[in-house]
């Protein structure tokens, strides 16, 4: 650039004038060359930035499992009629969405163990609440503007408001309306899912045969908090039916994913029972997802069926010989 000036006819005469040109033009390029230097040093710090944004975005869904969708906030200030909240605190309204006996009552006691979380438990196992999509958005409304009142939810400074819903409770049957109320509202969904389904099915075989016979002193429980409750319960083992085992497992599986495909376009996270039970900090991911202080998490609630699968069927070897060399072997192999 300097040699361009330097070479100019116009400098070309006395030499006194010529030497005062001379600095000037250096000191105008050197601060032209700062200029352009600088403008290209901040060019290449938007881009890179730029670069570092677009590659989080596209890393973001399926890290460790985990999907995050838009980072955009949603507060909501309810005026609830029923509760002492604490007055004016903004909060974010949640759903977490599971299967029966996929570990999801666990993991809602661990949730409401934070202080700032209210979570309803299966507002929606009541079939009224249920009976047509009126009435569902109502009782969403409701349980969003702190207006329904359970035994699970809390009355202290709630940041994270939200409840259980099993996909057998109308959340299949409505999918447009309801993700359509999701999305308005800026609902965060959790989808609380077993990997296993193996294991899920020996779950319900034997809950549902407590239902009659109430091996824990005559009382039907579907959740223990002590070791010598859970033993008890699992001493039973379910026999399984091997002719519809495969197109049963099939089924759930499906199930699980229609869920994720019908609400995927939702602010969510998948959360996988297998992966919180091998790795608690797992829990620290759903805090962040819901934008609340981190907090060790706790819950009373006691695993039921501990330890390998074969120890919990009766007709293991049938099962065993099923599911061999099928697209569910790796059930019968899993750890949890
Ligand atoms: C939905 O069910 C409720 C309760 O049974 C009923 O009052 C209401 O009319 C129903 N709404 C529609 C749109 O069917
Ligand atoms: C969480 O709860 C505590 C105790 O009630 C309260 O002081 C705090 O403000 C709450 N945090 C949020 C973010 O609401
Ligand atoms: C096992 O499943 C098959 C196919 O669905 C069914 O026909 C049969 O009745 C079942 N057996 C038992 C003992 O429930
Ligand atoms: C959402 O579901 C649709 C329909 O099945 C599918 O095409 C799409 O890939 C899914 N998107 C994500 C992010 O899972």
């Known amino acids: 650039m300097t040699r361009v000036y330097e070479n100019t006819p116009v400098l070309k005469g006395r030499k006194t004038y010529l ?35 677009e590659s989080q975005v596209s890393g973001r869904p399926r890290r460790n ?27 974010r309204l949640f759903v977490i969405v599971s299967m029966q006996r996929s570990g999801s009552g666990w993991f809602e006691t661990l949730m409401n163990s934070h202080i700032n979380v209210s979570s309803n438990g299966e507002i929606f196992g009541q079939k009224y609440r249920r009976q047509n999509v009126s009435m569902i958005i109502n009782t969403l409304n409701r ?54 389904m193996l294991r899920r099915l020996v779950s ?14 005559g009382l039907h429980v579907s959740h223990v908090h002590s070791h010598e409750e859970a033993l008890k319960l699992s001493r039973y083992k379910p026999t399984i039916n091997v002719t519809s085992l495969e197109s049963d497992l099939e089924k759930m ?21 297998e992966d919180l039970m091998k790795n ?3 829990l620290m991911q759903v805090e962040d997802f819901l934008m609340l202080a981190r907090m060790k998490l706790k819950s009373r609630q006691v695993k039921i069926h501990k330890g390998p699968l074969s120890e919990h069927i009766n007709n293991w070897d049938d099962v065993y010989r099923t599911l061999s060399g099928t697209t569910y072997e790796r059930y019968i192999r899993a750890k949890y």
């Not at 319900?204 to 002193?217: G, P, Q, R, T, W």
């Not at 599986?253 to 939702?266: C, D, F, I």
């Open 204 to 217: 319900i075989l034997a809950n549902s045969f407590d239902k009659e016979a109430k091996l824990l002193n």
């Open 65 to 91: 499992n985990v999907i995050y969708q838009s980072q955009f906030s949603h507060f909501h200030y309810p005026k609830p009629q029923a509760r002492l909240e604490c007055g004016g605190n903004p909060v």
């Open 143 to 196: 349980v969003y503007n702190l207006d329904l009142l359970t035994s699970s939810s809390k009355n202290e400074c709630s940041a994270a408001i939200g409840f259980k819903w099993m996909l057998n409770q109308g959340l299949m049957d409505h999918p447009g309306e309801i993700l359509d109320y999701f999305t308005k509202r800026g609902v965060y969904v959790i989808f609380f899912l077993r990997r296993n």
């Open 253 to 273: 599986e499906s199930t699980a994913v229609k869920a994720l495909e019908y609400y995927n376009s939702t602010r969510h996270i998948v959360v996988y029972y």
């Open 19 to 53: 030497g005062v040109l001379k600095v000037l033009v250096l000191v105008f390029a050197m601060l032209c060359g700062v200029h352009v230097c600088s403008t290209f040093l901040k060019q290449a710090q938007i881009e890179r930035k730029k670069d570092l944004f």
């Open 280 to 282: 608690p900090n797992k």
